[in-house]
């Protein structure tokens, strides 16, 4: 079979950094059976061969109109698919779809008729949001990191920014490398408009948003940015626990230090 990905280097490497990525989560332990989902924004690899390409599905309801979607296409990860199943065979684990002009459905264009994941309403929802405010983020990436997702059942750490400046607070890097923190919002039904809305407020402030008691959801330029914020936050709590079953309470870098930080890398928060 034919895959739309021969002879078009660019959407190719898209593809290939989005089942580079899958393989991580699944390593990671991030994606139990079909756990997390990721979309990547391909308008700008899409030529006009393949706008010219029939639909290989029917229009599907987004569930909402996302103006700011007009002539958009996206790489999704197939619901019920496995992370590790998209890291081997993207195109059979996943698709290429388009927003219908309405902007309110979209259609299967490539490979093959894989529905996307069941989390569209959010990733669609916030990819509207990023074109809207003029952002030049393309990938949104949902996953379940065990330590992040284990540390929101302790109410404490729901309160705004706690959990930011713990993580911060662990080692540099995550300071430096997630500076706008970790935004959380409370449990909503997964799939749902309410946890796609509630996730587009939380952007406004955060790159990465916790969704209590279930995943996290990271935006970025590319996949590959995307995953690094998450894998920085697991790096900090992985810290946390691991200073916590040695028997002590970690000392962390001081609020002075984080500062220094601050200014020496001119981070923006
Ligand atoms: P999908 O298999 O539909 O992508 O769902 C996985 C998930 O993590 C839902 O929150
Ligand atoms: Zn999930």
Known sequence: ????????PLLAEQITDVAEVAGYLWQKGWAERNGGNITVNITACVDDEIKSLKAISEAIPVGRTLPFLKGCW??????????RDLARR????????RITEDCSHYEIVADRPVKPTSEIIS????????????SSY????????????????????LQKDVLSYLLWSMIPETRAFCPRGLGI??????????LADATIRELDEYDVVMWEKHGVVSVSDNIMEAFDMVDTL???????????????????ISREQMNELKTAFHLPK
Do not use: W
């Not at 996206?74 to 496995?82: L, P, Y």
């Not at 990733?123 to 003029?134: A, T």
């Open 1 to 8: 079979m034919n895959s739309i990905l021969e002879n078009r």
């Open 234 to 252: 697991s790096k900090s709590a992985q810290i946390y626990f691991t200073a916590k079953s040695m028997g002590f309470e970690p000392e962390r």
């Open 74 to 83: 996206f790489f999704c990860k197939g619901t019920n698919k496995r992370m």
């Open 90 to 97: 993207p195109m059979e684990n996943g698709a290429i779809v």
């Open 123 to 134: 990733h669609l929802s916030i990819h509207n949001y990023l074109i809207g405010k003029g």
């Open 138 to 157: 393309k990938a949104v990436l949902h996953t379940h990191p065990t330590d992040l997702v284990a540390m929101t059942h302790n109410p404490a750490f």
């Open 185 to 194: 919002i409370p449990y909503s039904l997964p799939g749902s408009g309410e």
